[in-house]
């Protein structure tokens, strides 16, 4: 019985992480999204520069769009990946809460 609550705590740690790193992935999406979009209204003579530390680095504007469009996929696959990995723990919760509902069922009852 022990072992099946620590296995329904572990489970719902899981759950918990992979919701928060899917929330911060849907972030950096948006993020990406916008970035992307800021840079379809751009002139192709404007400059474009990017923040590495405490300095603006000039970058060329193909090679940004590049980098986001790249950034992009990443992000839509990890999303992909972590929604699968929710989807798992979801599960494997249900079936442990239910493990752990019929263990106490069979200690409720009385023994004959």
């Given at each position: 019985m022990d072992e099946l609550v620590?296995?329904?705590?572990?489970?719902?740690?899981?759950?918990?992480?992979?919701?928060?790193?899917?929330?911060?992935?849907?972030s950096q999406l948006q993020e990406n999204v916008t970035v992307q979009k800021e840079f379809e209204k751009l002139d192709p003579s404007s400059n474009v520069f990017k923040l590495i530390g405490p300095t603006l680095v000039k970058q060329d504007q193909e090679e940004a769009k590049t980098n986001v469009a790249k950034r992009l996929e990443f992000i839509r696959n990890e999303i992909v990946r972590v929604e699968g990995l929710l989807e798992k723990s979801r599960s494997d919760l249900t079936m442990v809460r239910a493990d752990l509902a019929q263990k106490q069922t069979q200690m409720a009852t009385p023994q004959q």
């Open positions: 620590r296995r329904y705590q572990d489970l719902q740690s899981e759950v918990s992480n992979h919701v928060q790193a899917l929330k911060k992935l849907e």
